[in-house]
Every structure is written in structure tokens, then in C-alpha cells.
């Protein structure tokens, strides 16, 4: 038995021994090869490579004060949880350069501290929300959440907000998609504050563009990635020197000769544009005021420019059965008017109905456009041509001149009359276009130093060409010097996705892919079944409780027996 003993004894030990080292050496590898495994369908906790790049170079501290600290109900709870999740993968790959901390605004005892904190966080640009929830009792309550971050790098300081606002969508709905943004939203943050020297990028004016106040909300958003300024061309060749993109909204009348040279040699020399034109006019103002106006063809002589590009905008309206709503009078109760929410054929709604769509458009709520046109790609086929908004399966095209009347809300609408389907509105055109001027200007201007004239881009370019201009307009009041965020109807509360849209195609424009892509990642939360969930609650409690007890009492059954087995007799 001594010599079994022993035995035993020198393999328990070189186990030991083989153990501990084993431990060690994963220890020192792990010290030098650092790594990550995720194990999720859609890699749903692993970084981008943009994210990991910037975290990496870091070289000071990025503080990140979260306020989503407190009695939450657990849908917020799961976005303080998964906030928390998120910056820790942060700090994985940017080590102590990434520090947080969780506040409840609500917990100091004081109202008046309370509420100029509230005052402080509002200022700062974090939106308040009300939680409605049972105290004890069942008694409802009300408590103020600020549901986002302040970040401070080197004396800088941003906001980010966490909870995704989304009109009248389900509050699990929004809270879903703030985490899908998470990501984004965090490391958005970052380069905000870090962003040094700005790319510039310009909106055109001088032919009855959108004014400043029209585009406001827009140029502020732009503004945390861009340098944006807004430029009279009057004919001036090196007008547009030295920016990367320039945006051209809603013009009402017609460019001269000299300005689309400008343009033209702009895009040739490798600037890229936003074109969001339309070949029509109509507005609700005279709808609004008399019920009915006139839809008529507007050319503002940009036709055979983009049409060397590759689009041709057409003289007719969509119309498209998926309409944004708007008010109606269709009665009086005494001396105030009745309204009801009719859908308004002339402002159609864009979905996304491709499975793998273009990042721009990936994820966007709804975009909301207004007395559209449709567009045809045409031109060689070396330029690539990528639609990226259409209408609904039902829609149709109305041609100019027409009547246009409010009244034609009231009628219920008939599959069978709008007969056509996905018509393009937007296009994203790539390759090297060609001057429109290419052999139509003397020979002294194409040789011209001064002038550099290019009749071909000599790389890759890119153009987005969208037939609305009401696409980037937000609203505003000039007498009170308001403005409604892009994308905000004021007869619904909903908020579309003008805004992303306009950003995404910026982004991807001005070669920022890598930000385009975070934006856009999805992201598919696998969400329990409640209703399956609250049926059978008390087996799966149960389940949960007693299969690990029984597992565990088999595998020390299993363990006895065998020993028993080896060692008697």
C-alpha cells in the first residue's frame, strides 16, 4: 500500500506543479498578446476598428459623467447596465485614459440644489424625460432622469445623449435603440472633443437657396465634424479652394454659366457635393391659406450638368400612398374648427425595403420628403449608380402643371391607382465624371494655368443627388427666432431621420466611412417573450432552481461511485 501511496502522492504533486505553471504561462502571454473573444451572432460586443484606433491613441483621460444612476424601471436599468458594459470594453482597449462614474441627479435631498443641477444639466444640452412609476401603495409618481453623459478631455467638454428619442415609438422600442447606438453615442463623444483642425465644407448660396435659419439645425449638428461656412460664388474660380464638400439646398432660380463652371471644376478637381434640387415648385403656404394652388416645372439650368453626371430630375411630383399626416378642417363645433389627421399623398414617407441597404440609409427611421420628384440614373455605366431612397410599392407620378387641393385628403385612397413602385429619389453617383464644359470651351481656357481647367476627375468621386430640397429644412419662426430640430413634425411629435441622412451622407461624402459605419452597425437584441415569459414563469423558475442541484448531485454520485469502484478490494 506505501509504495501506492507514494505513488499517488508524486502524481498529485506533478499535477500541482504542471497546474501552476500552466497558470503562469497563460498569465505572462496574456501580459504581451492581449485579446477578446465574443461570441455573439452579430459580434455585438466587439469595438469597430475606428473605435479601437482612437481608444488606443489616447493620451490623456476622457471622464465620462453618466446621470443614469437611480430607481429606475428596468428598461433603463438595462441602458444603465449595458452604458456601463459598453465603456468597460472602453477602457479594455484605452486603459486608465477611460474613466466614469454614475450619478442619480435626483438624490441630493435638497430642491433647490436638486433643480439648479436640473438647470445646469438642461444648459449643458442634456434633454430631461419623465418616469411616471407606482410608489408604495400604487400610488403614481413623476421623477426627472437625464438620461445621458457630460465628457471632459484636456479642459474640453461635449454632452452625449443615451436615450434615443423617437416621436410615439414604444418606450422598449426606444430603449433598444439607444443601446444599438451605444457605441456611437460613447465614442462620438471622443471625437468631439478631441477634434483639432476641421475639414470645411460650404452651403452654396446666390440662387435662392434655403437661408441660414432653414438649414440651422442641420449646420449645428455638422458643425461638431465640420468647418461649415455658406459661399456666393458670383463667378469666382477659386471660390471654393480648399473645401472638401459643398452642399447645394433647394435653389429656386437659375445658375449662370459661370457658377457651374465653378462647381463643375470643383467636383473635377476632387470636391464632393450634396445636390438636393428639385425641376418642380409647390408650397403649403398658398394650401394653407386657400385650400388649393398650382404645381409647375421650375428649371433653374442645372439640367445638363447632372445630367453629365448621370441623373436627369423629371418635371412631375410623387405621389405615394405611405404620406406623412397633416390636419384638416373637416368641421366646426361652435366657432373652433375640427381637424383629423389625414395622410398627405404629396409628402411621402421612405422606408428602407432592402435587406443589405447602403450604410447612408442603414437603420434611419423614416425620412420625411415633401413635393419630391423622381430622379433617372442615366449616363455611361462607368459611373456607379446606387440608389438609395425610393418611394412605397404604391406610388405614382403626377405631371406639371396640375392642380393641387387639400381637398383631396378626404378620399380614401385605391391601391390600383397608384400603379408604380420604388421610384427613385435619391441617388448616390461614384467614378470619374466628366466636365460638363468638356469641348465646349475655346482652347485658350482648357490650357489656361490660371484657370487649370480638367475635363475628367482623375480619381474615384463621389455626388449624392436628392429631388427635394424640403429634405434639410427644419422649421423655424423668424419673429421669435425659434427652430425645430430637423426631422421634427410639429403636427405629430415625430421625429424622422432628415437628419441622420444628411449626416450619413456627409460622412461618407467627405470619406468619413469609418464614423458612417458605427453609426449605421446593427445590432439584433434577443428579447424574451413576456407573454411566453408571465405563462410559464413558475417552471422556468423552477427549472433554473433544481436542474443545477440535480447536475451537481449526479456529477458527486458519479465522482463517489468511481472512487469507490478504484480503491476497494
Given amino acids: 500500500m506505501k509504495p501506492v501511496s507514494k505513488n499517488i502522492k508524486r502524481l498529485n504533486l506533478i499535477q500541482l506543479v504542471i497546474g501552476l505553471a500552466v497558470i503562469i504561462l497563460i498569465n505572462v502571454i496574456a501580459k504581451y498578446a492581449f485579446f477578446r473573444l465574443d461570441l455573439t451572432q452579430e459580434k455585438r460586443y466587439t469595438l469597430s476598428p475606428l473605435t479601437k484606433k482612437m481608444l488606443k491613441e489616447l493620451d490623456d483621460v476622457v471622464y465620462y459623467k453618466v446621470y443614469l444612476e437611480g430607481d429606475f424601471p428596468a428598461g433603463f436599468k438595462r441602458l444603465r447596465d449595458e452604458t456601463k458594459e459598453m465603456l468597460d470594453e472602453f477602457r ?44 408604495d401603495g400604487d400610488a403614481n409618481a413623476q421623477k426627472i432622469i437625464f438620461p445621458g453623459a457630460i465628457i471632459t478631455y484636456k479642459a474640453r467638454e461635449t454632452t452625449a445623449q443615451l436615450l434615443k428619442s423617437q416621436g410615439f415609438a414604444h418606450p422598449e422600442a426606444m430603449i433598444n435603440n439607444s443601446i444599438k447606438d451605444l457605441e456611437y453615442n460613447l465614442s462620438n463623444a471622443i471625437r468631439k472633443v478631441k477634434n483639432g483642425l476641421k475639414p470645411k465644407i460650404a452651403f452654396i448660396e446666390g440662387h435662392g437657396e434655403l437661408e441660414e435659419m432653414a438649414v440651422a439645425d442641420i449646420t449645428k449638428s455638422l458643425s461638431e465634424y465640420y468647418e461649415v461656412s455658406r459661399i456666393k460664388i458670383n463667378g469666382k474660380l477659386n471660390t471654393l479652394r480648399g ?46 391659406k386657400s385650400g388649393e394652388t398650382v404645381g409647375v416645372s421650375n428649371p433653374i439650368n442645372l439640367e445638363d450638368q447632372l445630367f453629365r453626371y448621370g441623373v436627369r430630375i423629371n418635371t412631375h411630383f410623387v405621389q405615394d400612398i405611405q404620406g406623412a399626416p397633416i390636419p384638416i378642417v373637416t368641421g ?27 450604410p447612408i440609409v442603414s437603420n434611419l427611421n423614416a425620412i420625411k420628403l415633401e413635393f419630391a420628384n423622381t430622379i433617372d440614373t442615366v449616363g455611361p455605366p462607368s459611373i456607379k449608380k446606387t440608389v438609395l431612397l425610393r418611394s412605397s410599392k404604391f406610388s405614382r407620378t403626377i405631371n406639371t402643371p396640375t392642380r393641387i387641393s387639400l381637398s383631396a ?18 441617388v448616390l453617383l461614384e467614378g470619374k465624371f466628366e466636365s460638363v464644359y468638356n469641348n465646349r470651351i475655346p482652347l485658350e481656357i482648357q490650357n489656361s494655368k490660371e484657370i487649370s481647367f480638367k475635363a475628367n476627375c482623375d480619381t474615384i468621386n463621389k455626388m449624392i443627388i436628392v ?103
Avoid at 106 to 133: A, H, I, M, V, W
Avoid at 342 to 348: E, L
Avoid at 409 to 425: D, H, N, R, T, W
Wanted: hydrophobic share 35%; with cysteine; aromatic share 14%.
Fill in 243 to 288: 473645401y472638401k464638400a459643398i452642399i447645394i439646398a433647394q435653389p429656386d432660380s437659375i445658375f449662370d454659366e459661370k457658377d457651374k463652371f465653378v462647381i463643375d471644376q470643383f467636383i473635377t478637381h476632387g470636391g464632393k457635393s450634396l445636390w438636393l434640387v428639385e425641376s418642380t415648385f409647390a408650397t403649403m403656404d398658398s394650401l394653407t
Fill in 409 to 426: 385628403v378626404k378620399e380614401e385612397p385605391q391601391e390600383k391607382q397608384f400603379g408604380k413602385s420604388f421610384l427613385p429619389i435619391g
Fill in 92 to 135: 479594455a482597449y484605452a486603459g486608465d485614459n477611460i474613466q466614469y462614474e454614475f450619478i442619480d441627479p435626483s438624490s441630493n435631498p435638497d430642491k433647490k440644489q436638486r433643480n439648479e443641477l436640473y438647470k445646469t444639466l438642461y444648459q449643458k444640452g442634456l434633454q430631461p424625460t419623465n418616469l411616471n412609476f407606482k410608489e
Fill in 467 to 569: 429631388a427635394d430640397g424640403d429634405i434639410i429644412r427644419n422649421g423655424y419662426s423668424k419673429s421669435k427666432g425659434a427652430i425645430s430640430p430637423l426631422g421634427f413634425d410639429r403636427y405629430t411629435g415625430q421625429e424622422y431621420g432628415n437628419k441622420d441622412f444628411i449626416l450619413n451622407a456627409i460622412n461618407y461624402l467627405c470619406d468619413d466611412e469609418g464614423l458612417l459605419s458605427v453609426r449605421s452597425r446593427e445590432l439584433k437584441l434577443r428579447l424574451l417573450d413576456r407573454k411566453k415569459l408571465s405563462k410559464e414563469e413558475n417552471k422556468w423558475k423552477a427549472i433554473n432552481t433544481l436542474l443545477p442541484l440535480l447536475l451537481v448531485g449526479l456529477f458527486a454520485f458519479a465522482q463517489f461511485y468511481n472512487r469507490k469502484k478504484k480503491y476497494s478490494g
Fill in 332 to 358: 366646426m363645433m361652435g366657432n373652433q374648427p375640427q381637424t383629423q389627421m389625414f395622410p398627405w399623398f404629396y409628402f411621402p414617407l421612405i422606408f428602407q425595403y432592402e435587406k443589405n441597404a447602403h
